[in-house]
């Protein structure tokens, strides 16, 4: 019995930290789909999220309003720090070669870190608590708030963010940008406005996630989106990228195989096993588990 | 027809449920020029993919003198002698002109790559006769003047007849043709229809020709194939083929349609 | 008829070549031994050496056969580990590879072997990733390398004769200037010669177009295994002379990090270039050491300076161009003479400069 529930509580465990990999890895399968860019930022986008909610906390304590609502505040920064990013460093390479842009991508990411070790110091601050913590006991199995409030927040977002790409006109064009960017133009799209929203939706929910996973890791440093970004970016591969229901579904396969392998194999594996893991699934179904066999045309 | 060069029996392919090309027959003689004709979509394309191991059939045999060619990947069979043209060019854009020749020289060379690193005897002796064979080439096409240019820069009838001087520089038996003269203007056209005249007196090759430009087709092909819908609907001379109501048919629809 | 190979103007511009880089040599040790050249700018002088040695065996995948690999510092890594325990190996069972006079003989000997063994680890491992993973291009290619360099560090953190997250220490210093200069140079010269042999053509042929190089009868998947072998087994050499230059290894210097200064020089300077990958990786070592007195700003200048040369050179600082010393002394000699064709000199510079 106590093993099992030590496998629930990994179960749990697994889950709660794919969510917050799903989160970031629709950022980067959205933007992949859509400028077919890896944006080695994106991890980084985290980290601001992460700062913009531990500096503006005190903020709103003082002002009498719920910790919370950070949230808010560090969605619009990371939006606006997506937008940015695409407008001044990513439009000018749209048709230049795919690793020129690779580049500028993983160079923006180097200056977000290091302006941040700049401005905040290299040492790790605590993050403050903005969701009270209390434990639930259920059968044996304890989890706590943060965690449920991660994972609800997390599916509530992916529904929102498949209705939105489904159901409004802004989505459609989104996916019909990312299908033919050329074609699309002609047929009267704005995809400049397009990629610009894509951005802002992918970095937002970077933010969500940046206060999920400091709710459950309370330090904040310059570096703490470099492997956080790097395993959702798996998740996203794995899944299919620029596939949406990909990205969630490698989060949470991503999420589960690592939790798993810390409990039972070992924590230093753990990502030689998720590494191990994307190597597989890309030399058997090289464009990911959901992801479409398309050959090149002769 | 003296021999076959090339056999084709019973060849067939199927993608998922759809078959794109069934029992298709195709018999080309020494240095014969056949034409495949057939409206859009009608599987040229993709039988030129087959005889070239770009797909693999689902059914049926080739024969490249009498030698059995399918589960052959694509460069085997151009070292067996089969070679193409595509119909959106494919060169090597950055090469020059002489080096897009000298890559189809690639499989005949044998300097090793230590040969190549320390620049031995062989490599001198190979690299040399490589090029010297690659200008004669181009001068066949007239095109030892742009031997140094960038291909990128080539005008676009040059760059088709670059793609032919490549397919032949692997020193293939059969030359596969995938609407050459597309998008050519008359003159350039005419041209190009002497430079294949040309090659297959000098060289003794056969040349299986898709073209969608059917005066050209009647006045060059000896014989001419014509599908639709994956399927020989015909077979003959220019002459039977312009006659033949299927065919006349197949393009410009019948009543029953 | 204008032959191209022409095996006299080639000797003639080897031996142009040659004493150029005589030339090279004879100043730096020059002013090492005038004092101007420092221990210090002289340690600094092997770092700009290994990065040449790492940027230009991964122009080989990036720039020659146009893939993206993200995992060069997993093969410069195996190098680097390989050489190290052979040469402690060696030191621990008596082997007197130095006295305080200098390196013995008998420790250039090991050196050398070390880079062999280096070498030829680094390659078949090269060979163990290349052939699963040259089935997938561009994004997926590099997806796939970062995933194998990144086991292949996590595997030397966890397991015992490699030291673990420890790291191996002690490790003999037989990376000697001189040497190092000889074998950098010797290198590059294996790099041109080859990128200009057919097998170089070959694997350009793929970089342009992967279904045409198929129908002109290359194999593509030989040439390609070929290239990223060899990119590997330049790799494991600059992991070698590391080794035996810092005297001490971890597995975490060898992360995707590390991989990406990599690909940043080699795109830096130019994707077609190995010139270009030469100066990058100069300026990108001596750049960092020269700006040390700003050493807070410097991560954040070198970051913008390279969104900058980015965004308004994305063909890197050389893009395809070739420095050709022969080229250049043949211009100085009749300046303004009857010049070929564009293309022509273009051609000419390539032949001459090999």
Redesign the interface.
Known sequence: MDGFVIFINQIINGIQVGSIYALVALGYTMV?GIV?L?NFAHGDFIMVGAYVSLFSVPLLVRMGVPAWLCIVLALAACALLGVVTERV?YK??RN?????????A???S??L???C??LFSSSSKPFPTVFNKSIFNLGGVQFNSITLITIVLSVISMILLQLFVKKTKMGKAMRAVSEDGGASILMGINSNTTISITFAIGSGLAAIAAVMYCSAYPQVNPYMG?MLG?KA??AA?LGG?GIIPGAMLGGFVIGLVESLTKAYI?S??A??VV??I??IV??VK??GILGKNIG?K? | MTESVLKVEHLGIAFGGLKAVEDFHLEIGKSELVGLIGPNGAGKTTIFNLLTGVYQPTEGAIYLDGVPMVGKKPHQMVAAGIARTFQNIRLFKELTVLENVMVSFNHTMKYSILSGILRTKNYWKEEAAAQRRALDLLRVMHMEDYADQVAANLPYGQQRKLEIARALATGAKILLLDEPAAGMNPTETTQLMDAIQTIREKFQISVLLIEHDMSLVMSVCERIVVIDYGHIIATGTPFEIANNPKVIGAYLGTDDQ | MKLYVNQKTAYRSYVINLIAVVLVFLLLKGLMSAGIINSYVAGVCMTVMINIILAASLTLTTGLLGQIALGHAGFMSVGAYSAALLVKHAKDSGVVLSTPDGITPAGYGYFLLSLLLAGVVAAFFGLIVGIPALRLKGDYLAIITLGFGEIIRVIIENVKFTGGAQGLSGIPRLASFDVVFWLTALIIAILFAFVRSRHGRAIKAIREDDIASEACGISNTYYKVMAFTMSAFFAGIAGAIYAQQMAVLGAKTFNFLKSIDILVIVVLGGLGSLTGSIVAATGLTILPEALRSFSEYRMVIYSLALIIVMIFKPSGLFGNYEFSLTHLLSKLRRPKSNTPAAGGESKQKEVTKA
């Open positions: 992949y077919k890896i460093a000018p390479l230049a070669p795919r690793i020129t842009a690779l580049i500028t993983i160079a923006v180097l200056l870190e290091n302006l070790m700049l470099s790097l970016f798996i591969v990228i070992s230093q594996l990502d030689a590494f191990g994307l190597i890309l030399l090289p464009t090149e002769v």
